[in-house]
């Protein structure tokens, strides 16, 4: 009985070392897991965030643009095309009127507002602002059509 313990005792040692091994990979398997899935969760929650923030904030630059491009339209756009002969702007007066109404949107933008348009787009808020001044301007000719339309249900 002593020759067995004397060499079953090292074996059995052996064997409840290896287990906790093994269980102790299982544990820190598990754990790891249970922080992949939360840095996922996070990481996915982030870019909701952020897609959330971006539509947030281009809907703050379409909104202040709207706004610019009607007091051009008022002080600008509509003396052009009265002093016009066909009543339409040149392609040097649209762009003189989309400069004007890009100066008028910055004027219009609060500290808070052009810092948040700032944080999103950076050195391109100018380039994307001109570029998204065609888009309002048809935004603006297709609803004041429809509003025709609608007034008008001939």
């Known amino acids: 009985m002593d020759k067995f313990l004397e060499v079953a005792t090292p074996a059995l040692v052996g064997l409840l070392y290896v287990l906790a091994a093994r269980y102790a990979v299982l544990l820190v398997g598990m754990v790891l897991e249970r922080v992949l899935v939360g840095i996922h969760e996070l990481q996915r929650k982030i870019n909701e965030n952020k897609y959330l923030r971006l539509v947030q904030v ?3 630059l379409l909104g202040k643009l709207e706004q610019a491009v009607l007091a051009t339209k008022g002080e600008l ?6 002093a016009s002969a066909d009543g339409k702007l040149t392609e040097d007066e649209a762009k003189a009127a989309a400069r004007a109404a890009y100066a008028t949107f910055i004027k219009s933008l609060g500290r808070v507002e052009y810092d948040e348009l700032v944080s999103v ?5 100018k380039r994307i602002a001109m ?4 888009y309002v301007v048809e935004l603006l000719k297709r609803d004041s059509k429809s509003g025709e339309a609608a007034a008008d249900p001939e």
């Open 58 to 60: 281009d809907d703050l």
């Open 77 to 82: 756009v509509d003396r052009l095309k009265a």
């Open 121 to 125: 787009f950076g050195d391109d808020l």
């Open 131 to 134: 570029a998204k001044i065609p």
